[in-house]
């Protein structure tokens, strides 16, 4: 389990950061202004963990549970929940109802996992979804170019065997990419400046801790 700190933030879209040599930076910009609506407890609830929400909605779009919620926390509801495992000593630094700072989570040159939902593309075949190299394009062949052939055996066992590659949904679903690196934190404005390409529409919600899997992974 990921206990690294981090933070739920906005993609915004794709910018070019430029270096004091003059390299060109390809950089995601992540805005992220999460505020702490709850917190979890190992006592309580088993778990140390911060509820985080972002972007602000309308008070009578909000289901009345969630309501009292925010309203105990004294802020306004908000679009998107999410919940931040982290570590006892985390969540006592941060006070319910209070922003959660960049600054305090982020450094330039830190390694991040950024985790998010990939643009959807619809029902697709199994060239595009599988990368299938298709039938041959001469000698007879014309229904069946792009066709994925057979799918099945023969009488024994009689079925097609699960796991076998067929067309279907492409995209739309949760991936993270590990081992990004943070190229600037602009704390004042809330943006967040992430090298390279990361999963997620323009205005798509995006989750951003520190890297698992490497050093360098937590704020020295």
């Known amino acids: 389990m990921n206990t690294h700190p981090g933070v739920i933030g906005r993609k915004l879209g794709m910018t070019q950061v430029f270096t004091s040599d003059g390299s060109v930076i390809p950089c995601t910009v992540v805005e992220a202004r999460p505020v702490v609506v709850g917190k979890r407890t190992k006592e309580k609830d088993g778990y140390d963990a911060l509820v985080l929400g972002l972007k602000d909605r309308k008070e009578k779009h909000t289901v009345k549970p969630l309501a009292g919620m925010y309203k105990k926390a004294s802020v306004t509801p908000k679009r998107w929940l999410r919940e931040l495992r982290c570590t006892a000593d985390f969540a006592a630094q941060h006070e319910v109802g209070a922003e959660l700072k960049l600054d305090s989570v982020f450094e ?5 996992d950024v985790q998010g939902m990939t643009r959807g593309r619809g029902f697709t075949g199994v060239m595009r979804l599988h990368n299938f190299a298709g039938q041959v394009q001469t000698h007879g062949t014309h229904e069946y170019k792009r066709h994925g052939g057979s799918i099945g055996t023969n009488m024994t066992p009689g079925r097609v065997l699960k796991g076998v590659r067929m067309p279907g949904q492409y995209g739309n679903e949760k991936v993270t990419v590990h ?22 529409a323009k205005n798509s919600l995006v989750f951003v801790r520190g890297a698992v899997k490497r050093r360098g992974g937590k704020k020295s």
């Open 179 to 200: 081992n990004q690196r943070v190229v600037k934190v602009a704390a004042d404005d809330s943006l967040l400046f992430v090298e390279g390409g990361i999963p997620g």
């Open 108 to 112: 330039e040159g830190q390694f991040v």
